[in-house]
């Protein structure tokens, strides 16, 4: 039996060698650790004790030093030698010398051994865990590539080259992405969390940071901080805005991202399973920022409100729907870009301005909520929500038909009467 432990114990060293990322010194210190918990307990104190740890061989040494006593005074058989026992090891030795002898650690007992093995796997644990927390801390905001392993119901358990699970949440995913077990999949990042020394590592292929880190791969410029990206608003899998600026008059940022027939962009659109991605040049000047951010509405006039970060856009007719985009994505996303509320407002002719009436002038008849709506769908006029068809509205606005009905009869009874 013992022989069999003392095989188990060398394959124990083994494994603990074989872990590459805890280093050599913090690894001997727990190993004599260990060793020096189970001499304690057997012998009361391991303070007379010397133990050399040797993890490339896989073996270890334990020597006891005692002190020479004469015999009659012997006390401690652990602390003491007496000197007769010493001169059956050595006849020079003399009262007050120290003898240091080798101990077999298989005397020590199964339970002993047992008890090693048991203290080293947990303390060895807790480094490995130690170490993928500051690991993996330092890494957050970085783009991996890890192989996916298993995909369940809220996530997806990725395994990077070391054999660390990752996880890749429902929420972090592009709503488009679609692997299979086996396939490599590249994300940012974003959270590393250690509750209860349980590290866990967490992705993300949705966060502005991926595109971000996506950009600094795909456009040298940026990599080498000519180009700088200032601001991005982002809907995962549907549009993106990114504002860059140049700190060299002779570099288009814009250009430089697009790269020659969007060469450059256009590994990042498939990265991000097609996502539409405009990139604007930043200002500081907010009226011109808002007006690139609205981009490809050309836009009239703008009013701005920066105490409350508001700010009213005037746009020809034609205008208004280019600059809400499809689903008001485009309007959403230049709101996120340059931190303003924006609201669109139609420009009105002054011939149209004595027979036209704002929707807002109806405050007193139709809640604030049902205008609002209809201004976010480019319609802030009483003639501009008459002119689109009553299907249109409901489909567009997605409100009840009772609801578009009394709107309609408010509006039409107010040109009545005139």
Same mark, same amino acid.
């Given at each position: 039996?013992?022989?069999?432990?003392?095989?188990?114990?060398?394959?124990?060293?083994?494994?603990?060698?074989?872990?590459?990322?805890?280093?050599?010194?913090?690894?001997?210190?727990?190993?004599?650790?260990?060793?020096?918990?189970?001499?304690?307990?057997?012998?009361?104190?391991?303070?007379?004790?010397?133990?050399?740890?040797?993890?490339?061989?896989?073996?270890?040494?334990?020597?006891?030093? !005692?002190?020479? *006593?004469?015999?009659? +005074?012997?006390? /401690?058989? &652990?602390?003491? @030698?007496? #000197? %007769?026992?010493?001169?059956?090891?050595?006849?020079?030795?003399?009262?007050?010398?120290?003898?240091?002898?080798?101990?077999?650690?298989?005397?020590?007992?199964?339970?002993?051994?047992?008890?090693?093995?048991?203290?080293?796997?947990?303390?060895?644990?807790?480094?490995?865990?130690?170490?993928?927390?500051?690991?993996?801390?330092?890494?957050?905001?970085?783009?991996?590539?890890?192989?996916?392993?298993?995909?369940?119901?809220?996530?997806?358990?990725?395994?990077?080259?070391?054999?660390?699970?990752?996880?890749?949440?429902?929420?972090?995913?592009?709503?488009?992405?679609?692997?299979?077990?086996?396939?490599?999949? !590249?994300?940012? *990042?974003?959270?590393? +969390?250690?509750? /209860?020394? &349980?590290?866990? @590592?967490? #992705? %993300?292929?949705?966060?502005?940071?991926?595109?971000?880190?996506?950009?600094?791969?795909?456009?040298?410029?940026?990599?080498?901080?000519?180009?700088?990206?200032?601001?991005?608003?982002?809907?995962?899998?549907?549009?993106?805005?990114?504002?860059?600026?140049?700190?060299?008059?002779?570099?288009?940022?814009?250009?430089?991202?697009?790269?020659?027939?969007?060469?450059?962009?256009?590994?990042?659109?498939?990265?991000?399973?097609?996502?539409?991605?405009?990139?604007?040049?930043?200002?500081?000047?907010?009226?011109?920022?808002?007006?690139?951010?609205?981009?490809?509405?050309?836009?009239?006039?703008?009013?701005?409100?920066?105490?409350?970060?508001?700010?009213?856009?005037?746009?020809?007719?034609?205008?208004?729907?280019?600059?809400?985009?499809?689903?008001?994505?485009?309007?959403?996303?230049?709101?996120?870009?340059?931190?303003?509320?924006?609201?669109?407002?139609?420009?009105?002719?002054?011939?149209?301005?004595?027979?036209?009436?704002?929707?807002?002038?109806?405050?007193?008849?139709?809640?604030?909520?049902?205008?609002?709506?209809?201004?976010?769908?480019?319609?802030?006029?009483?003639?501009?929500?008459?002119?689109?068809?009553?299907?249109?509205?409901?489909?567009?606005?997605?409100?009840?038909?009772?609801?578009?009905?009394?709107?309609?009869?408010?509006?039409?009874?107010?040109?009545?009467?005139?």
């Amino acid at each position: 039996m013992a022989k069999t432990e003392h095989i188990n114990l060398i394959d124990t060293f083994s494994e603990f060698n074989d872990q590459k990322n805890i280093d050599r010194s913090t690894l001997i210190s727990v190993m004599e650790e260990s060793f020096r918990n189970v001499i304690a307990k057997n012998y009361g104190t391991d303070e007379n004790f010397d133990v050399i740890i040797n993890p490339d061989k896989g073996d270890f040494e334990i020597y006891r030093n !005692r002190v020479i *006593v004469p015999d009659d +005074e012997l006390e /401690n058989e &652990n602390m003491e @030698i007496s #000197l %007769s026992e010493a001169r059956k090891i050595d006849e020079d030795y003399e009262i007050g010398e120290e003898v240091t002898d080798t101990v077999d650690f298989m005397t020590f007992g199964r339970r002993s051994i047992l008890t090693l093995r048991q203290t080293l796997a947990s303390k060895i644990l807790e480094l490995q865990k130690d170490s993928l927390f500051v690991k993996y801390s330092e890494k957050v905001g970085d783009i991996i590539s890890a192989e996916l392993y298993q995909i369940w119901k809220k996530e997806m358990l990725l395994m990077d080259e070391d054999g660390n699970e990752l996880y890749l949440p429902k929420s972090e995913q592009i709503p488009t992405d679609f692997y299979r077990k086996g396939e490599t999949v !590249r994300a940012v *990042v974003a959270v590393v +969390e250690n509750k /209860n020394n &349980n590290p866990k @590592i967490i #992705l %993300s292929r949705t966060s502005p940071v991926f595109l971000e880190r996506l950009f600094e791969l795909e456009v040298p410029e940026i990599h080498d901080g000519l180009i700088t990206i200032k601001k991005i608003a982002r809907i995962p899998g549907e549009r993106a805005k990114v504002a860059v600026e140049s700190y060299d008059e002779r570099i288009d940022p814009v250009g430089a991202c697009v790269g020659v027939k969007g060469a450059r962009i256009h590994g990042i659109v498939r990265e991000l399973r097609n996502e539409n991605i405009d990139v604007i040049n930043y200002t500081n000047n907010t009226s011109l920022f808002i007006a690139r951010a609205l981009s490809p509405a050309k836009i009239s006039s703008i009013r701005l409100n920066e105490e409350d970060k508001k700010a009213e856009i005037y746009l020809k007719p034609e205008e208004v729907s280019q600059a809400i985009g499809k689903g008001g994505l485009n309007i959403k996303l230049a709101s996120m870009l340059t931190g303003y509320t924006l609201d669109v407002f139609r420009e009105i002719d002054e011939s149209e301005n004595e027979e036209d009436i704002y929707l807002d002038e109806f405050a007193d008849e139709i809640d604030q909520w049902v205008i609002d709506a209809l201004k976010a769908i480019g319609c802030d006029t009483a003639k501009s929500v008459l002119a689109v068809p009553r299907e249109d509205l409901i489909r567009r606005t997605d409100f009840e038909v009772e609801t578009i009905d009394e709107v309609l009869s408010i509006l039409k009874a107010e040109f009545e009467e005139e």
